[in-house]
């Protein structure tokens, strides 16, 4: 049986999609958490983070699609 090479742009693609997914169980358990006992200043932070969080993950997204095969 042959050994399938695995290259780095592979590699950095797998990694961003991991990447991506867990920021998105922290947006949910960061959403989550504040609906427990929201106050006003939890829910500014909230969405800064769920922001930030997702145009990180909206970047990553796109550099994984746009690594050369």
């Given at each position: 049986m042959k050994k399938q090479q695995t290259g780095y742009n592979q590699i950095r693609r797998e990694f961003t999609s991991m990447l991506v997914f867990g920021l998105e169980f922290f947006i949910a358990a960061d959403v989550l958490t504040t609906l427990v006992a929201p106050t006003r200043d939890e829910i500014i932070?909230?969405?800064?983070?769920?922001?930030?969080?997702?145009i990180l993950g909206y970047f990553l997204s796109k550099e994984s699609k746009d690594l050369v095969p």
């Open positions: 932070l909230l969405g800064a983070v769920v922001l930030i969080r997702t």
